[in-house]
């Protein structure tokens, strides 16, 4: 028994913090793992049990409602006189049970169904904190990429730029080279060296907003194993951007759609207060020390009606604000739907200049690549200045630079419109 508890006080702090482990994650892995342990989605999550615990709440207060009570009581032996004769009076002592049933109240009823959609609300308030989690997500994961390639190809260049700063020391003392060249290759490999250094100290705050937005604890360490190249698909961009926007598939738009019709409920809410509340009650007493003269019965049931008359305006003010807040919701959600429509067209025209920068970016990519090549072979041979090739090798990092935000651009504006439609996958 003894060895047993001792392998679980150590088997479950270990499960507890399996997550926090290292983790080799696929983007729709890291999607998944985010939904599972993200805290705000946890705690979002909670706004379900609470409302259901609401609902739970405003039907019991329709059940039989059942109390019981004890009581005791003594007069001291007061002895009560009727003209010469005198009566000492004895304690009480009863044990009562009390059953009331509401039998008829428009608000319970109202209220329930009000409960309900209540319910249903904070579950869709839920879906969009999700997806908002699954949307930064895929951002994040791209721009963890993203700046990894860039990193890779300053950590390569510099290789090459160092290659070239040993050739031309080496031509420096043969005498072929002036020393301003030599130091115009050292200056441009130090520049490469400080913004490797930079760009790596950007993965590294890419990596913790990844961290937690996945829930994982600060320096748990994280592989990605999906390509960059894998998300690059022109004909997902082309269908996003010919796609007809369905408002009713968007997520915000139903919220306000709910929250208009838990506003109308509110509104005959506040209108059944006006209405009478009906009661039945039943008694049961068990006389354990009984007066002297007792003439009260064992048994008694009532039925009570509760008819409201004047509030001062109170319950009309109610409902007044009521039908405010349901006029409101009404505005807002058309106000939502232009602006949703808004943001459709938006997303599209960013869509459809981010297809065609990157379109550019990656001939201008080819191009520069060709030209760095071609500079470094004929400053091998002389034909050209250490100064002409730095300008070209920064042309060079200028376009790879282009090109990978390019692709960052286009895959984040893909993201918007599915996002917008409903349509990330998670």
Same mark, same amino acid.
């Given at each position: ?56 709440? #405003?039907? #019991? ?31 009480? #002592? ?34 969009? &904190? ?49 020393? &301003? ?41 994280? &592989? ?86 004047? #509030? ?77 090739? &730095? ?36």
């Amino acid at each position: 028994m003894k060895v047993s508890l001792l392998l679980l006080t150590l088997i479950v702090p270990w499960m507890l913090k399996a997550q926090e482990g290292p983790q080799s994650l696929s983007l729709q892995q890291a999607i998944e793992f985010a939904i599972k342990y993200n805290k705000e989605l946890k705690a979002s999550k909670m706004d379900i049990n609470l409302y259901r615990e609401k609902i739970r709440e #405003s039907v #019991s207060e329709g059940l039989p409602q059942v109390n019981g009570t004890f009581d005791y009581s003594s007069n001291f032996g007061y002895k009560m006189d009727f003209g010469g004769n005198s009566m000492k009076l004895k304690d009480q #002592s009863n044990l009562k049970v009390g059953v009331s049933q509401l039998l008829f109240n428009g608000q319970w009823i109202v209220g329930i169904q009000t409960s309900k959609i209540a319910q249903r609300l904070a579950s869709q308030q839920v879906d969009i &904190t999700e997806l908002d989690i699954v949307e930064n997500i895929y951002n994040s994961y791209y721009t963890v990429l993203v700046s990894e390639r860039l990193c890779n190809i300053l950590r390569q260049n510099m290789e090459n730029m160092n290659k070239i700063y040993e050739h031309t020391a080496n031509q420096f003392k043969a005498g072929t080279v002036e020393e &301003t060249d030599l130091d115009q290759i050292r200056v441009n490999v130090g520049q490469l060296k400080n913004n490797l250094l930079a760009m790596e100290r950007t993965v590294a705050v890419n990596y913790n907003l990844l961290r937690i937005q996945l829930g994982l604890e600060a320096g748990t360490e994280i &592989t990605l194993t999906d390509k960059l190249e894998q998300f690059l698909n022109e004909e997902t961009a082309n269908s996003l951007y010919s796609q007809e926007f369905d408002i009713n598939n968007n997520l915000e738009y139903r919220l306000q759609n709910t929250q208009t019709e838990l506003n109308k409920k509110t509104v005959s809410l506040q209108k059944w207060s006006f209405a009478p509340t009906i009661s039945g009650s039943y008694n049961y007493t068990y006389k354990i020390k009984k007066a002297g003269f007792d003439m009260s019965p064992n048994h008694s049931a009532g039925l009570t009606m509760s008819i409201p008359v004047f #509030s001062g305006l109170k319950r009309y003010s109610q409902v007044q604000q009521a039908k405010i807040e349901l006029e409101k919701s009404i505005v807002n959600q058309d106000l939502l739907k232009d602006n949703l429509h808004l943001q459709d067209e938006q997303l599209k025209y960013d869509l459809k200049n981010a297809m065609e920068n990157y379109a550019l970016q990656k001939e201008n990519i080819d191009v520069a690549a060709r030209v760095l090549k071609n500079y470094q072979i004929k400053y091998e041979h002389g034909a050209i200045s250490s100064l002409d090739l &730095t300008n070209a090798n920064d042309n060079y990092l200028t376009a790879e630079s282009n090109y990978t935000n390019a692709i960052l651009t286009l895959l984040q504006a893909q993201v918007s419109i599915e996002r917008l439609y409903n349509q990330l996958k998670h």
